[in-house]
């Protein structure tokens, strides 16, 4: 095999790997993906976060989301929480959710990168992410319902004692 062969070959095993990463990073396949519904407003597919792991990484790293696409924290149990936007470089509107599917807060378009904590303010049981302006595109407002929250009962979430993405506090 001459040189020319040899880049060509390098080329294309290059994008292979390329393609996967991308296939990857983009959660194209996604174990926990399913869809609520906002008040009749709107319909979201998400992607659930349960355990430790997925509740930590969330949207981190993307540097895109689909329109009506988002994440839902399931934390199990109600309890105060704070998120942040470490690592994440789309701006988002977060809504925390009570255990009975009721929206007690939303923070719109939260500023990407930042390391600020996030807080509920009150016990939730879950939080979603969604992409930046949906709130006030879709009129989504405190005290809205969103059905479909609770996942399969054989695949409980895990309760945490600690909040997700917490922040550390500097000495």
């Known amino acids: 095999m001459d040189k020319r ?9 290059y994008k292979i790997i390329f393609i996967i990463f991308l296939l990857i990073d983009s959660k194209i396949v996604f174990a926990h993906e399913r869809t609520v519904h906002i008040s009749d407003k709107v319909c979201i597919s998400i992607e ?9 990484k969330g949207l981190m790293f993307r540097r895109t989301i689909s329109p009506k696409h988002g994440m839902l924290f399931d934390f199990g149990v109600s309890q105060p929480v704070s998120m ?6 789309i701006s988002l509107d977060i809504l925390f959710i009570s255990e009975e599917g009721k929206i007690t807060r939303i923070v719109p378009k939260t500023l990407p990168l930042s390391t600020e904590a996030i807080p509920s303010k009150a016990p939730v049981r879950f939080v979603l ?20 929250l609770h996942t399969n009962k054989s ?3 895990v309760p945490v004692k600690t909040h997700s993405k917490k922040r550390k506090k500097s000495s």
């Open 129 to 148: 992410e969604i992409p930046a302006g949906m709130c006030q595109k879709y009129t989504i407002l405190v005290g809205d319902s969103i059905t479909e």
């Open 48 to 56: 659930t976060a349960r355990t430790s792991e997925e509740r930590k």
């Open 84 to 89: 942040w936007m470490k690592n994440t470089y």
């Open 155 to 157: 695949k409980k979430p």
């Open 5 to 13: 062969g040899v880049f060509y070959n390098f080329i294309f095993i």
